[in-house]
């Protein structure tokens, strides 16, 4: 039989723990005393650790090392109320902790974590990275979920989408446009044990404010006027699952506050309703804008970021992993209707790993779609791309496309060295907008380099 040692500075929740775990057939061990959880922990026979993260004596995380010294393997599951999660994020990172819960739970997912955590789900499988989507590869290509890689990067990212989904805390996907986010949050949801229930993706730029409102948590009959019926919401849609936000940038400020309540008290009402319903379900989010940009800016809530940002996973673009680019274009080629035996010029290879795909790769695919519908010769060459792509830092500009913005190069940022941004901020007296037009880079880009530099500005 299973024993399970639970410890919670409130013995009142360690008995409610021990009674959602005992009809597991399983026996536990509840106590409110963490140096005597270790005790246990290190002299018995334990095959599974729940922990409450604030503890007299000990913390969670403190608790979890010291058995992770002596018991590397034994699983271990750690619990909060708090929103200050940076020691929690360390050692989730650190492998010091296989699940995070944040209270208030949801008595349903918490069972069947633990029920994954001792082997005894009937649905329980390998967690190998590479087991994700077994035999699934593609011109050298390991599929994840549908994300396509085979470079070091990428394989990293895999593995952090994997420790991500492992945990109950929001989840924030930071990637340039076109690199796959929502993609990702559909592999987080995959792997996660809420992939039962729905994933819901819902896309904030598409959306005026109050029909923001309205989708996201519902309206009652005579809410506003066209509010003919009662509609339920995505929170409510997503039930115990996932609930994407794309581009959370773009909620309105009002919105944003009815959101910060939801992720707080894990709760909503509907448009027109003062009725609470409670959401159980996982919030993953992400922005091609920079958070903090957006707070600087006035656009978005500082408290609301650093709770939609607890568990950060950063998402390569695709110039990071240029490796990946000539089996993703064939990829893409195939898709498209072509043979995998179509053979690629060498200056065509060339250029598709030279070029610096701002649009990453959604852009990659857009260009393979146009290739394989307007090329012609048996083998594919550098005329077949589309004008953007083929006269890219590439002189004389093409004919009738001259003094258009199309036409400008945009400098890659791995282009700009330090002295370049210094001088820029010193020139044009550290105004952001000037600095960033003069480089010839986004705001958000500025804001990279000068952290990636060091560079103090007021």
């Known amino acids: 039989m299973n024993r399970v040692l639970i410890v919670d500075d409130e013995p009142l929740v360690a008995r409610l723990l021990a009674s959602l775990v005992e009809p597991l057939g399983v026996e536990t061990i509840a106590t409110d005393d963490s140096l005597e959880a270790l005790d246990h922990a290190l002299h018995s026979q334990i095959d599974l650790v729940i922990a409450d993260q604030r503890m007299n004596g000990l913390t969670g995380t403190e608790l979890l090392k010291n058995i992770r010294r002596e018991k590397p393997d034994l699983p271990a599951v750690l619990m909060s109320g708090y929103a200050d999660f940076g020691e929690i994020i360390d050692a989730f990172n650190d492998d010091i902790v296989d699940h995070f819960i944040a209270k208030p739970w949801d008595n349903k997912i918490l069972v069947k974590q633990i029920e994954h955590l001792l082997g005894t789900h009937p649905a329980d499988k390998c967690n190998d990275v590479a087991t994700a989507n077994p035999g699934a590869v593609d011109f050298g290509l390991t599929n994840f979920h549908g994300l396509l890689s085979n470079s070091a990067s990428m394989s990293q990212y895999f593995i952090k989408l994997k420790k991500a989904a492992r945990a109950n805390a929001p989840i924030f996907i930071h990637g340039e446009t076109g690199t796959g986010k929502e993609m990702s949050a559909k592999a987080i949801h995959a792997e996660s044990h809420r992939s039962a229930y729905p994933f819901?993706?819902?896309?904030?730029?598409?959306?005026?404010?109050?029909?923001?409102?309205?989708?996201?948590?519902?309206?009652?009959?005579?809410?506003?006027?066209?509010?003919?019926?009662?509609?339920?919401?995505?929170?409510?849609?997503?039930?115990?699952?996932?609930?994407?936000?794309?581009?959370?940038?773009?909620?309105?400020?009002?919105?944003?506050?009815?959101?910060?309540?939801?992720?707080?008290?894990?709760?909503?009402?509907?448009?027109?309703?003062?009725?609470?319903?409670?959401?159980?379900?996982?919030?993953?989010?992400?922005?091609?804008?920079?958070?903090?940009?957006?707070?600087?800016?006035?656009?978005?809530?500082?408290?609301?970021?650093?709770?939609?940002?607890?568990i950060g996973v950063s998402l390569p673009p695709l110039r990071a992993r240029r490796q990946d680019i000539v089996a993703l274009f064939q990829h893409f080629l195939v898709s498209d209707g072509l043979s995998p035996d179509t053979p690629l010029s060498a200056e065509l290879t060339q250029k598709l790993i030279e070029y610096p795909w701002p649009g990453n790769v959604r852009q990659l695919q857009n260009a393979a779609a146009y290739v394989a519908a307007m090329a012609e010769g048996p083998t594919l060459t550098i005329e077949d791309l589309p004008d953007e792509i083929r006269y890219a830092n590439h002189h004389p500009s093409p004919p009738a496309q001259t003094n258009t913005k199309k036409d400008r190069t945009t400098p890659h940022p791995d282009d700009i060295d330090e002295s370049m941004v210094r001088e820029a901020l010193i020139k044009y007296k550290n105004r952001k907008t000037r600095v960033a037009e003069s480089l010839g880079i986004s705001r958000t880009t500025l804001w990279r380099l000068i952290r990636r530099f060091n560079l103090e500005t007021p």
């Open 200 to 310: 819901v993706s819902f896309n904030c730029a598409n959306f005026t404010d109050s029909l923001m409102e309205s989708q996201l948590f519902g309206h009652r009959k005579g809410a506003f006027t066209g509010a003919v019926k009662d509609q339920e919401g995505l929170f409510a849609h997503a039930k115990g699952g996932t609930l994407f936000l794309d581009e959370v940038t773009a909620m309105d400020l009002n919105v944003q506050a009815k959101l910060l309540r939801v992720l707080q008290e894990r709760e909503f009402s509907a448009v027109g309703s003062y009725d609470l319903q409670p959401f159980a379900g996982q919030v993953v989010s992400a922005a091609s804008q920079n958070l903090r940009d957006a707070v600087a800016a006035g656009q978005f809530r500082e408290d609301l970021m650093y709770r939609l940002d607890v």
